[in-house]
């Protein structure tokens, strides 16, 4: 090799070297960025049902306080005890889906982490441990969706034997 080739050769490699930093830094980046945006969002959709739900709650029971003696030892009370069931249980589910959406984000991250980088391109290279580590999120991050949609399920069908309630006090208010 002559002197400008091996000039040339080192030139390259170089470029090589800057652009497999600048891959590098990009998936650490997006990493980061992910994490951010993903957290927030999760957050959000897991509170609405909680909140919603816990409110029902407390509607129900200043409803059936105010409408014991309509409610009480009547076919009102199984729509009062569904309601709360129904309630209840989308509270729990919300307070179970945070949990598995956090196992979701902390496999992604290890999954990322398990990442390959190299000085050749492909500059970030995906590993056998990382696409089981991201089958694994995935898994969680499935569940942790359908968890918050049967939250929200149940919030609705409380939601229904709450309206039952009133319609029931509605047409049986004793005079």
Do not use: C
Request: glycine share 10%.
């Amino acid at each position: 090799m002559t002197t400008s080739e091996n000039d040339e050769r080192r030139q390259q490699m170089e470029w090589l070297r800057g652009d497999a930093h600048i891959a590098h830094e990009a998936h650490r980046k997006t990493l980061s960025e992910h994490m951010g945006v993903v957290g927030t969002f999760s957050n959000s959709a897991m509170r609405a049902p909680a909140i919603a739900a816990a409110g029902g709650i407390a509607a129900l029971l200043g409803f059936f306080s105010a409408n014991y003696r309509a409610i009480a030892g009547t076919a009102g009370q199984t729509f009062f005890n569904e309601a709360l069931i129904l309630f209840g249980s989308s509270v729990l589910l919300t307070v179970l889906a945070p949990g598995l959406a956090y196992f979701s984000q902390l496999s992604f991250l290890w999954s990322i982490g398990k990442d390959e980088l190299h000085w050749e391109r492909p500059f970030v290279r995906e590993t056998g441990a990382s696409k089981r580590l991201y089958y694994v999120g995935s898994a969680f991050q499935i569940l942790a969706i359908v968890i918050v949609l049967a939250s929200i399920a149940l919030l609705v069908g409380g939601g229904w034997k709450f309206l039952s309630l009133a319609h029931f006090v509605s047409e049986n208010t004793p005079h």
